[in-house]
């Protein structure tokens, strides 16, 4: 008798033990070992009500992130008069020789460059500035990235666009908010930066161009020193330019497909 009350203890406590969640030993139907349960199941099967979600402040949060519902408005509806842009840095090129663009050859082999490991000391940033309306862009080589440069890329996009609002997309590197920079734009005050959030690049439609600009300038050409590189980045430009369009932000909706054919089977 004392035997069998100390197994219907036994059983109780174990019984009465937290379910950590996992299968072991002597535990038929929990699955494999090591591997967590399934969920609850479906809250129209439980039974009973489910518990209410817990509040943690009585502030509720908005339902969109500010910062860039403002960049996309931007794309989408534009400021009266204004030209918005995207400004952005690539870079640092170095001159050496760089691989083709991925493709295949008439044979239908994968081109394959040589493998040159050489590269000059002397470095050249590119500068890019990306009009949206109608998809032509700015463009300027640098040795460096800086306020000086920056500024004198700001000169040349004022330059280019004498009326209105300048709206420049770009992220918020230390040279494009520096005390130098901020003083410049003080003098110029046509021009306003709209920086774009941590983590969201492909908010800036220059991203995009620059692979464009890869294919175009730099895909399977050797290059011995700056003004090389230079020399491209204008000669790539202006083709590019010749066939620009405007970059629309979002996707397009399909074409709605007026005449549709209809197959009979007969068996």
Same mark, same amino acid.
């Given at each position: 008798?004392?035997?069998?009350?100390?197994?219907?203890?036994?059983?109780?406590?174990?019984?009465?033990?937290?379910?950590?969640?996992?299968?072991?030993?002597?535990?038929?139907?929990?699955?494999?070992?090591?591997?967590?349960?399934?969920?609850?199941?479906?809250?129209?099967?439980?039974?009973?009500?489910?518990?209410?979600?817990?509040?943690?402040?009585?502030?509720?949060?908005?339902?969109?992130?500010?910062?860039?519902?403002?960049?996309?408005?931007?794309?989408?509806?534009? #400021?009266? =008069? /204004?030209?918005? *842009?995207?400004?952005? +840095?690539?870079?640092?090129? @170095?001159? %050496?020789?760089?691989?083709? &663009?991925?493709?295949?050859?008439?044979?239908?082999?994968?081109?394959?460059?040589?493998?040159?490991?050489?590269?000059?000391?002397?470095?050249?940033?590119?500068?890019?500035?990306?009009?949206?309306?109608?998809?032509?862009?700015?463009?300027?080589?640098?040795?460096?990235?800086?306020?000086?440069?920056?500024?004198?890329f700001l000169q040349q996009v004022e330059d280019a666009n004498p009326t209105g609002e300048l709206w420049i997309?770009?992220?918020?590197?230390?040279?494009?908010?520096?005390?130098?920079?901020?003083?410049?734009?003080?003098?110029?005050?046509?021009?306003?930066?709209?920086?774009? #959030?941590? =983590? /969201?690049?492909? *908010?800036?439609?220059? +991203?995009?161009?620059?692979? @464009?600009? %890869?294919?175009?300038?730099? &895909?399977?050409?050797?290059?011995?020193?700056?003004?090389?590189?230079?020399?491209a980045t204008t000669l790539a430009t202006d083709q590019l330019n010749s066939r620009a369009r405007p970059w629309?932000?979002?996707?397009?909706?399909?074409?709605?497909?007026?005449?549709?054919?209809?197959?009979?089977?007969?068996?």
């Open positions: 008798m004392g035997a069998g009350r100390g197994a219907v203890g036994l059983r109780r406590v174990r019984a009465t033990r937290v379910d950590s969640g996992f299968s072991g030993r002597g535990r038929a139907g929990r699955g494999d070992r090591g591997r967590p349960l399934t969920g609850p199941p479906h809250p129209a099967r439980r039974g009973r009500a489910l518990a209410p979600n817990p509040v943690l402040d009585a502030v509720e949060g908005p339902g969109l992130r500010p910062k860039r519902t403002r960049i996309i408005g931007l794309y989408t509806h534009p #400021p009266d =008069g /204004a030209t918005v *842009l995207c400004a952005d +840095e690539l870079g640092p090129v @170095i001159p %050496r020789t760089f691989p083709p &663009a991925p493709a295949w050859s008439p044979d239908g082999r994968r081109i394959k460059a040589e493998l040159d490991y050489s590269r000059g000391p002397e470095k050249t940033w590119v500068y890019g500035a990306l009009r949206v309306r109608d998809g032509q862009q700015i463009t300027m080589t640098a040795s460096s990235r800086n306020s000086v440069f920056y500024q004198q997309v770009t992220d918020n590197l230390s040279s494009h908010n520096s005390l130098s920079t901020r003083t410049w734009l003080e003098e110029h005050p046509r021009i306003h930066h709209a920086f774009i #959030p941590v =983590g /969201a690049c492909w *908010l800036n439609l220059q +991203e995009g161009w620059w692979r @464009i600009f %890869r294919k175009t300038a730099l &895909a399977g050409r050797s290059f011995a020193n700056p003004d090389d590189i230079a020399q629309v932000w979002g996707r397009t909706a399909p074409p709605t497909r007026s005449l549709r054919r209809r197959y009979v089977y007969l068996l």
